[in-house]
Structure formats: structure tokens, C-alpha cells
């Protein structure tokens, strides 16, 4: 894989691609300017800009892959999205002419006949179940080195980033929103689908408050048993599904279940909606599972005491630990919900949105073990390393252009590479080490409980029950590992790490929240810690005595005035 160091190297690579043709390759030289003594980077710069590449894809060409890019009947334009199985796109169906969202299962999980079988399934529920509250699912292939499958492209967010985001929903709102999902929910289940993994993450709602389902690779078809005896015979059939969320008898026999289990974990999602929190915040998964089967949830209107007694009543009933005193099917829940929902716009930035995914994949990226022998791998399939990389040539436009198709440039093309360097100039990632003037100076964590006060020395200090984590917050609800601060030489970041417990900054529960002197960090139980500069209270308590040493003279000295004023003329 040889970087190019020359724009015609460049652009021989783009033809390489298939991206453009030979002709458009050479009518794009002219159109543009593009000559030799160009910079590849400067290159790439002026095609992104005039919408002819996307910043993924020059980036691509940029670290000298050409591969990937067409996907069977697929034009690959930007990334979506990073989860466990792999990486989904936004892509260009050439045939049907409309984007899609296309997922690809990652090159470590080619040969995995679990994740095989789990995109299979998800493939073919999505095939199955047509409905508007469904994400559905148009067609799964291969290409014999790429494992694919392309689905409705939703340009939404999912409950867990909008709760992680913006906090507990608005009760109308949320009641929609379920009400929507359990439409959905209804609709696999008169196809004998059972989902089987209902959570936050697997509701996505667009920017008008449309909600739909989606993610059905844990699904149980009642009608191709021949699909659940391979999910059983890989992954057992005794507990299938998300500990947070997982009704109790899923949790004894994923098998033995019926549209009830799906109600449950449906419940246990609108718990999350109404209170930002998890229903059982427990430390480890087995207690999880056993709190399910044994524990009741704190009650919702002890958490929002605004959310009426009969939205946290349909709650308490989806809940309940006997499939019997559930409701009967997904449609007795809407029509429950339906005189109670209010559908109304939901706020947020889809370009911002996805380059928080990235964020997101980039940290994940830097936080995973690599095995010593892996190399790089498919230039289509390790997004996430791509996302991980901290040296962008066009990391400016990364941040700006996601997936949409306007990218915004703002920044200046870096520093020309010169011929036969070793390597190309690099932009300092926010993830990348920090040299030593940028280790933090004066600042302490002060915890709220105890008032003990701690030294941060460190330019990233993980906080946690751990005993990894460097600040311990044993005693309290915090997770294993809660959230990371990092200092970036002039201000600190908060990183949500947890995906059970929430953090609050200043009150607010954040995924990733600038920190300030003074702010307050804070977990569901109310321990935490407030951020403290020594130094900048140090400066202000000089100012302060500075001040005083300045009146208090002065002030005496007008009392001194008044008292030979009054005493002459008086």
C-alpha cells in the first residue's frame, strides 16, 4: 500500500478505484487545474471541495488504497456508523439510483459463522416485515471477499444518543415514540418474528419524531427454526439478548418466548426515555439478569414526578415479571399510548450526529487491543481503524463533512510532503499523547462526599469502580469505567465511557461536555466531584488582598477626612 507522493499518482489511483472514469479522471485535470506539481493532498483538497470525492473517500486515496470503494452494485460515499458486527455506510445503489445504508461485516468477523448467522437473520427479518415503523432491509449478498447487506437509509438518531445527549424525554414525546415502536414491534410479530434485543440503541427516530425499529440479528423466526438452531448451536439458547433490557424468562430460555419478552424489553427502554436511567443499575451482568427476574425498578415518578400516573402505570405493566400481567400483544401497548402521545420535531444536527459516531469510533479504536501480528487489513472493511487514524490529510473536512453532501473546508491544506520523505505531515489528533507543556498545571478534583481533594497531574484520568481507573470511585453507582477526562493543553473534555450509568455535568446528564473551574461532575447517586484550578483561585485571592490592601487604606482615609471635616465645621 504506497501512499501517493505526486498528483499523478493520485489521480492514478482514483482511476484505479472506479470511482471515475479514465475520461472523467482527464476532464477532471482540466476542469479543476489539476497539474503536476500539485500536492496529492492539495489534489484531493480542490475534488472534495467541488463534491467530485467525499473526505472519506479522498482520505482513502490519500493513504494509497484504491480498493473497496464499489461493493457489488454499491458506490461507497461516506461512513455511517461503527458497531460490533462492522461498519455501515451511506451508499449509491447504481441500479436503483438512491442511497442506502449498506453494512459490511467487518474482516475479523468474515469467518465467524455467529455474526454470518446474526446478519442473516437480521437480513431476512428485514426482507420479511414491511412497515413504516421497521427499518427495512432491501437485499444481502456477497462478493466472496465482502459480506453485505443494504437497508432503508434513516437519517436519525437512536434513543440511547438522544437520551445520552439531551436527558429523559419529554413524557408526550416519548409516548409517540413507543407508541410508534410498538406499532413496528406488532407488525414483526404477526410475522412470528420476535426481536429479542429491544433497547435504546435499536429505536432510530428522524428529525420529524418518526420511530422505527430496527436490528433484528438476535431475532427468533418461528417459521425458519432451521435460523435459530444455528444462533442456539453458536451462541446457546439459555440468555440471548442485552442484560439491561432482557425479560426474565428470555433470560432462562431465549427459546421459550413469545411476543411478551419483546414488551418488556420495550418497557425497560421507556424507562430509559422517561428517566435517563437504566431500571436496574447494576454492577456486573449477572446481577443485572438477577435483578430482572427478582428486583422491582425505583418508580419513574420518584425519578420525573412530572410524568403522569398513567404513562408510569403502562411502564410499570410492560415491566412486570410475569409475562401474564404484561400486556397481551404490542397493540394492546399503542392503543394504550395512543390518547397520551403528542407527536412533535426532534432537534438534532444529523452532520454533528455522525461525527460524534466517529468520535466515538476513534476512542473505541484507540481503547481496543490489537493482536501483535494483525496488519492492515481490507481498505473498506476496518472503518474504524480509518476513523481511528490520528493523522488525517483531511481531518478538517472529517469533522465538517459527514454525511451529507456539502462539505465545508476551513482549514488550510497542510504543509506540502516532499518527494521521498518517509512519511506525510500529520495533524495532531485530539486522541494523540500530549507533549509535556500541555500536562495540567493546578488542577484538582475535589469529591462532593468526602470534600477530599485530588491532585490530576495527568493529561487523561479515568474515573471509575475499577481499580484500573485512576480516579477510584468506590462506594458509589459509577460503572467499572464512567466517564474519561482529558486536558488538551487549554481546556479539559468529559468522555462518557459507561453504557449503563449516566454522567452529569453541572446537572445535565452528557456524553461529551466541555469542563470548566467549577464544573460538577456528578453520577445517579449524587457522588462525584467538582473540577478546580488551585492556581486560578490562588490568582483571584491575590487580586482579591490586592484589592483590600487598595481600599481598606483608602477607606480609612476618607473616615479620617470626615472626622477633621466635622470637627471644624460641626
Known sequence: ????????????????????????????????????????????????????????????????????FLIDRYRVREVLGVGGMGCVYIAVDTEEKRKVALKILSAQHALDAGMLTRMKLEAHAGMIIKHPNVVETYRIGSTGAV????????????????????????????????????????????????????????????????????????????????????????????CLGTPDYIAPEQSVDSNAIDGRA?????????????????????????????????????????????????VAAI?????????EDRFATATDVANALRPLASRRPVNFEFRELVTLRARQARQKEATTPRSSGSGPRSSITSASAWMGNPSHHLAAEIDTFTADDTPAIRQPAPARRERGSDSAPRRPSRMAPHSGSNVPRGWILRRLKTRQQISVTRVKTRIGTATECELPMHGSCSDERQCVIEFTGDEWHLKQESKAQPTFVDGKPQTFAKLKHGSKVTFADGSGFVLLNVDLDARRLSR??????????SALAAIAAAVVWYTIFR
Not at 472523467?24 to 506539481?37: H, I, P
Not at 482579591?544 to 487604606?553: D, G, H, K, Q, S
Open 544 to 553: 482579591r488582598r490586592r484589592l483590600l490592601a487598595w481600599l481598606v487604606p
Open 147 to 238: 459480506n453485505f447487506m443494504t437497508m432503508e437509509l434513516v437519517r436519525g438518531i437512536s434513543m440511547h444518543e438522544l437520551v445520552a445527549l439531551n436527558g429523559p424525554i419529554k413524557w408526550q414525546m416519548a409516548c409517540d415514540m413507543f407508541m410508534q415502536a410498538a406499532t413496528g414491534l406488532q407488525a414483526a410479530h404477526d410475522k412470528q418474528i420476535y426481536h429479542r434485543d429491544i433497547k435504546p440503541a435499536n429505536l432510530l427516530i428522524d428529525s420529524d419524531g418518526t420511530t422505527k425499529l430496527l436490528d433484528f440479528g438476535l431475532a427468533l423466526l418461528k417459521a425458519e427454526p432451521s435460523d435459530e438452531f444455528s444462533l442456539s448451536m453458536i451462541f446457546g439458547h439459555d
Open 262 to 310: 419483546d414488551i418488556y424489553s420495550l418497557g425497560c427502554t421507556f424507562y430509559v426515555a422517561l428517566t435517563g436511567r437504566v431500571p436496574f443499575p447494576e454492577k456486573s451482568n449477572t446481577a443485572k439478569i438477577a435483578a430482572q427476574r427478582n428486583k422491582t425498578a425505583r418508580p419513574i415518578r420518584d425519578i420525573r414526578p412530572e410524568v403522569p400516573e398513567e
Open 1 to 68: 500500500m504506497q501512499a501517493p507522493i505526486a498528483a499523478n499518482d493520485f489521480l492514478s489511483l482514483l482511476e484505479k478505484s472506479g470511482l471515475l472514469s479514465a475520461d472523467q479522471v482527464r476532464k477532471a485535470t482540466e476542469k479543476f487545474g489539476l497539474t503536476e506539481d500539485l500536492p496529492p493532498e492539495q489534489v484531493a483538497r480542490r475534488l472534495v471541495k467541488a463534491l467530485v470525492l467525499t473526505p472519506f473517500q479522498a482520505e482513502r486515496l490519500l493513504e494509497g488504497r484504491y480498493r473497496g
Open 315 to 323: 411502564v410499570e405493566r410492560m415491566m412486570a415479571k410475569r409475562p
